[in-house]
């Protein structure tokens, strides 16, 4: 089986959980959505160059790196075939401490077993304004726990409002951890916590993507 890999490369992870804490990133290529806001759309073209990589090939490149946390984003990780053997294979090691970022369309059933060892979820709830609202699968948030995430990436008051209203419909807060944050320099971070206040939204943690603070926003491979 081999994976289709845009990039990798260390950092500390900007976003999620983890933020804050080095990570080793495996972004692959392809995705099944198209949000208006995406920051790596590059990565989901049709001419986008990738590497083909075993999954022997990732984990080796992993253990060079001496970073425990991996994260495997994209694109959208969960549709590259033969993603669960990559996660058996990498999760099958206790030092790592594997992620993965996923977009909400894809069910998490399959994923979400009971096993000690699986990878944690931080899953997007994809608003009205990335346009990708109805392919959210609501079913998953009956197989999150508190080893995962849900992240709502509002664009406008009208996310804030539904965002809000997903989360208390869907007994988010005693399920897992919540995070808000914002398209990038859409909503101004102000504006945000001023409606958390308001809506008293309490165990909800607002999250900025601390890698474009700390790098030009454009950057890839940070
Ligand atoms: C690029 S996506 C890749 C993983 C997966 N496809 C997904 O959407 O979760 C990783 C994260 O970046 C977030 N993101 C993408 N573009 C953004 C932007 N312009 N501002 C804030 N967050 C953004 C997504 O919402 C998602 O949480
Ligand atoms: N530093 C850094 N942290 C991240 N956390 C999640 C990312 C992603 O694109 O999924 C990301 C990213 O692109 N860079
Ligand atoms: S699902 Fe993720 S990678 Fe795909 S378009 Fe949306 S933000 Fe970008
Ligand atoms: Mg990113």
Redesign the pocket.
Known sequence: MKYRVAEIFSSING?GPRAGELAVFVRFAG?N?Q?T????RWANEGGVSYREMTGAELYKQVLATGIKNVTL?????LIQPGIAALTDLLCQDPALSVEI????SVSLKPFCTEADRRPGF???Y?LASSGMEDKMVLANFEVLTCRDAV?F?VGDQNDLARACEIISAYGLIKKTAVFI????A?IAPSEIVKFMIVHQMEGVCLQL?LHKVIWDPEKRGV
């Open positions: 976003e995705c959505l949000c806001y995406c920051d790596t984003t994209g694109g959208e990780p970022e996923t977009n909400g931080t899953m997007d994809k992240k990436v944050s914002p398209v990038f859409h993507q």
